[in-house]
């Protein structure tokens, strides 16, 4: 089956520095690609949804200037959380929507996701 | 608005069926999805059901719809002790591809 890579699986990192985080699509085109942000015991809150070639679509109340999503090619995106603080600590996971099936029949891929610690 | 619902927890013994419910408010999704969660891990799409169907079975898992009332439910017959995860369903308002998840069901199977 489709197989979304992200990378790294773990990080931490000290406060005031960023951090880039990449999800590849590895047998397929991903034109969409979504970024998500879970809490302990919670929920997936969308943060993103990144389209090849042009700027994010960022949700209500994210930060764009503090999440920076990059989707410069077909099988990557990235998230650069920039000035990380504590309060950014959190598991993010990103998925991404084949390209080469109708919107309405292409289920979501998602990564193993991303555990971010800020000290 | 768009908002999905899911009960907490659900606790089986090994052998006996699950049912995990789910409601939902926006009724422009075309699918209906259910995704599993193991420890650590991302997200595993388990099944998904058309919107204008009421029922979709796949080998130990079968979809329930009731579009009138907007409610969605995963049974798990059989339900092993690798089942025990956290299970999410989900919408997709205006068939956008972005999905709105519930708080997602921890399922605790005992052997």
């Known amino acids: 089956g489709a197989v979304v890579s992200q990378h790294p699986s773990r990080v931490i990192c000290k406060s005031g520095t960023s951090v880039k985080i990449e999800c590849r699509s590895l047998?397929?085109?991903?034109?969409?690609m979504f970024w998500y942000r879970q809490f302990p015991k919670q929920s997936l809150m969308l943060m993103a949804t990144?389209?090849?070639?042009?700027?994010?679509?960022?949700e209500q109340g994210v930060e764009k200037d503090k999440f920076l999503i990059n989707h410069a090619s077909l099988t990557l995106s990235t998230l650069t959380v920039t000035s990380a603080h504590p309060e950014d600590s959190s598991f993010y996971i990103c998925s991404a929507r084949d390209g080469g099936f109708p919107i309405q029949v292409s289920p979501l891929h998602f990564g193993n996701g991303t555990r971010l610690t800020v000290t | 608005g768009e908002d999905v619902e899911q009960s907490l927890f659900l606790s089986v013994r090994e052998g006996d069926s699950s049912v995990i419910n789910c409601t939902y408010t926006d009724s422009s999704s075309t699918y209906l999805y259910w995704y599993k969660q193991e420890p650590g891990a991302g997200l595993q799409l388990l099944t998904y059901?058309?919107?204008?169907?009421d029922m979709k079975q796949d080998q130990r898992l079968t979809v329930l719809l009731n579009k009138k009332d907007k409610h969605l439910s995963l049974r798990i017959a059989d339900t092993q002790t690798g089942d025990s995860a956290i299970y999410f369903c989900a919408e997709s308002p205006g068939n956008t591809g972005k999905l709105i998840f519930g708080q997602g069901t921890t399922l605790q199977v005992k052997p």
């Open positions: 990144s389209n090849e070639g042009s700027k994010a679509t960022y």
């Open positions: 047998d397929f085109q991903a034109t969409t």
């Open positions: 059901i058309f919107s204008n169907m």
